[in-house]
């Protein structure tokens, strides 16, 4: 009996998990109630908070297990010596990209603002796979697979912006391909640039010889008025 109390109190936070993730995703954080998630799933509020002491922690429950799984998936990736390089880093950002578009940049703000102690726990998380991520990058660098005339740091931010503002659900319903093109079309930007082979070639040499200058600020802000 006990066994099986416990299976039922497994499976109704779970539900209650689902239910939730749902509500948060569709509409945000700040405008669900516990009593909307309890009303989902067919229970009073008092029963959900048997399971859960506060919203936060149900808020808890729907993002951090994800983002703590999908950690220890990259930790694995990384500890695997037999992986070549290139798949391994395709790999970690596979990881990072389809992260992203797990969670509305609506849900995102209104964490920020409504549940910051959350937030931090969160930014934590990511802050940690960024390190790891950087890491791996400048291990690219180091054997000769990534450009060395780019900085870590560059690379890093700039393709993390990038999963930022294009693989969101947004962002997504308004381009004319799956997820999945969008992602491959960005890593295939990040990996082999925008330019056909002989124009990047070109373009290399241009830089290389300093034709392709930065324009002067002063000119950039007499442009701009």
């Not at 309890?38 to 922690?57: C, M, N, P, R």
């Not at 799984?69 to 790999?91: G, N, V």
């Not at 780019?150 to 931010?157: C, F, G, W």
């Not at 308004?174 to 960005?186: K, R």
Request: aromatic fraction near 6%; hydrophobic fraction near 40%.
């Amino acid at each position: 009996m006990v066994e099986n109390s416990v299976i039922e109190e497994q499976n109704l936070s779970t539900r209650i998990v689902d239910a939730a993730r749902e509500l948060f995703l569709e509409h945000g954080y700040s405008k669900v109630s516990a009593t909307e998630i309890a009303q989902a799933i067919g229970i009073s509020k008092k029963t959900l908070y048997k399971e859960f002491e506060t919203k936060e922690d149900i808020l808890r429950a729907v993002i951090l297990p994800k983002l703590k799984e999908s950690a220890k998936q990259i930790d694995s990736i990384l500890a695997d010596r037999a992986m070549p390089f290139l798949d391994k880093l395709k790999e970690v950002m596979s990881m990072i990209g389809f992260q992203h578009q797990r969670v509305s940049p609506v849900l995102s703000r209104d964490v920020f603002i409504h549940a910051p102690e959350v937030w931090r726990e969160i930014h934590e998380v990511k802050q940690a796979r960024f390190r790891k991520f950087g890491t791996l990058i400048e291990e690219g660098i180091e054997r000769g697979v990534l450009r060395s005339d780019v900085p870590a740091e560059i690379i890093l931010r700039s393709y993390t912006a990038a999963v930022e503002n294009l693989m969101v659900p947004q962002t997504l319903g308004e381009l004319p391909c799956t997820a999945q093109v969008a992602f491959q079309s960005l890593i295939k930007i990040l990996f082999e640039g925008i330019l056909e082979t002989d124009a990047g070639k070109k373009l290399r040499r241009k830089n290389a010889r300093g034709v392709i200058k930065r324009p002067r600020i002063k000119k950039v802000l007499q442009s701009s008025n």
